[in-house]
């Protein structure tokens, strides 16, 4: 598998924990209604987003190369 290949992995894998993490904060927050909880949820689903639209980019980037 390339470095690019690797890349592309390391990302998906990233997107799809922060997802998990926010999905469980949020199921946390629901029982308990603790800020804290509620705050990760937030900023796990942000960080996915952002790592997603990261992802998007790279591989727009890195198609266009020829190295």
């Known amino acids: 598998m390339s470095l690019r290949g ?3 992995l ?3 894998l990233s ?3 922060s997802f998990l ?3 469980f904060e949020l199921t ?3 029982q308990g209604h ?5 705050v990760v949820a937030s900023l796990s689903a942000a960080i996915g987003l952002g790592l997603a639209a990261y992802g998007i980019w ?3 980037k ?3 190369s020829t190295v």
């Open 6 to 8: 690797v890349h592309i």
């Open 58 to 60: 790279f591989i727009r």
């Open 62 to 64: 890195s198609g266009k």
């Open 10 to 12: 390391f990302i998906l």
């Open 28 to 30: 946390v927050y629901r």
């Open 15 to 17: 997107v799809l924990l």
């Open 21 to 23: 993490l926010a999905a």
């Open 34 to 38: 603790a800020l804290v909880d509620g």
